[in-house]
């Protein structure tokens, strides 16, 4: 019986990761491929090959982004941009959506953007407890006039929902710096501490020398 369950949960263990992973890329695939919605009914895969082949909208979605982004990096397309978004300022409802999306957008895939490119460790819930945070950027204007500019912006995902969370200002002295890439700690942060990533190996020369590059801060107490 002990080892009926042993390969049960073996199995299951092979299994899960593998049937959510294929869940999620149907979803997305299923989402991308609306976008064969603009194209014209006797162009799409069912009127030239009698079935819907999946993915077509995937690779035009693609297509779509690339030529957009290819059309907004040279001068008139930022210049068609900058008309795009005049006249969508004029609209009261959406001015408010568009302004706010475009904003936090540009904060966070923005090549030149510094929100979701650290990971530190904060007190919370309480003073006697410590999470891994996400570095959003630093505070500014009004609140810098009550807490000063020390302070850091940083996001606290939860587990294992990391799309949730809690938004928190602390000061810079309160946190430590952690040599992990934000995608190992969002992998941490899933696992529930199962999945810590391991230290970064430090380089011959620094073994020789006696100096690790990589040292890892103590939290402050």
Known sequence: ???LRRYLVAGLLVWIPLA????????????MDQSLLFVPVRFRSEALLGFHLPGLGAVLTIFILLATGAIAANFFGRRLLRFWESGLGRIP?????????????????????KAFR???LVRYPHPGAWTVALVTGAPEHEVTDHLGRDQVSVFVPTTPNITAGFFLIVPRAD???LQMSV???LKYIISMGVAE??????????????TDPNPVPSPRT
């Open 1 to 3: 019986m002990a080892t």
């Open 183 to 185: 995608d190992q700690a």
């Open 20 to 31: 959510i992973t294929f869940w999620v890329l149907a979803l997305l695939v299923d989402l």
């Open 93 to 113: 409802i959406v001015r408010s959506i568009y302004g706010g999306v475009k904003q936090i957008s540009d904060t966070l895939f923005s090549p030149d953007g």
């Open 175 to 177: 946190t430590v710096e």
């Open 118 to 120: 650290r990971a530190v």
């Open 197 to 210: 990533p391991v230290r970064a190996p430090a380089r011959p020369e620094s073994i020789a020398s006696g």
